[in-house]
């Protein structure tokens, strides 16, 4: 059973430009979420997904954030117009809904804008 | 608003001395609290699930207690291995799937 994968590892861009990061959950989990992580804190939940359907999304989510998750499958984080301010480390998380609440975590993408 | 704090912010301990790791929370209805071990550079490895006061859970060295405001996070005679940074979170039965999570606590083990 292969963890959460996320690609690509770390990304640097410069600002103004839009990145865009993979996540493949464990597979048969329908449940997927995506966090950001600064330094020196917890991480800090988006959004989250049930199948394909977005079910949460948080007020850190600006209207330069958009994600998704086509087929229930592999979801992807689409953030616009970077700024220096997004640099994080983005991590996605799955689990496997009914019979179980917990979160597994992928390695993360370290972002860094320019 | 659901709110997670853990103390110390950060704690050395010496190879083979005992401590605990305290996290208080308030939440609504809480649904399940989670502790997570980060390595620098990765992301969060699950440890451990509780789910109502009273519980206890462990795994090696570590063991997981629950109360209706707080928990803990025992390790008994670290080892060097044992230095990461460790998270915890709480569901609220309010949401669909979102995590809170604490700003963790850095633990550093010296041989």
């Known amino acids: 059973d292969t963890g959460v994968s996320q690609n690509p590892r770390h990304k640097i861009t410069k600002r103004g430009q839009n990145v865009t990061f993979r996540c493949d959950p464990i597979s048969e989990h329908n449940r997927l979420y995506w966090y950001r992580q600064t330094l020196g804190q917890g991480p800090e939940f988006l959004t989250y997904f049930q199948n394909e359907a977005q079910l949460e999304k948080s007020r850190l989510l600006s209207d330069r954030f958009s994600a998704e998750r086509p087929k229930g499958s592999f979801s992807t984080l689409e953030i616009q117009r970077t700024e220096q301010g997004d640099s994080a480390m983005y991590l996605c998380?799955?689990?496997?809904?009914?019979?179980?609440?917990?979160?597994?975590f992928g390695p993360g993408t370290r972002l860094t804008v320019l | 608003e659901d709110q997670v704090t853990q103390s110390p912010e950060a704690l050395r301990l010496q190879e083979g001395e005992s401590s605990s790791l305290n996290c208080s929370y308030t939440v609504s209805g809480l649904r399940g609290l989670f502790w997570y071990r980060q390595d620098p550079g990765k992301g969060p490895e699950f440890l451990f699930t509780?789910?109502?006061a009273g519980e206890e859970k462990e795994k090696e060295r570590l063991k997981a207690t629950l109360t209706k405001k707080e928990s803990f996070l025992h390790i008994t005679a670290p080892k060097p291995e044992d230095s990461a940074t460790y998270l915890c979170?709480?569901?609220?039965?309010?949401?669909?799937?979102?995590?809170?999570f604490g700003q963790g606590t850095i633990l550093t083990v010296h041989p």
């Open positions: 998380a799955s689990s496997p809904g009914t019979g179980g609440d917990t979160q597994y």
């Open positions: 509780l789910y109502s």
């Open positions: 979170a709480v569901l609220s039965g309010t949401s669909y799937g979102k995590l809170t």
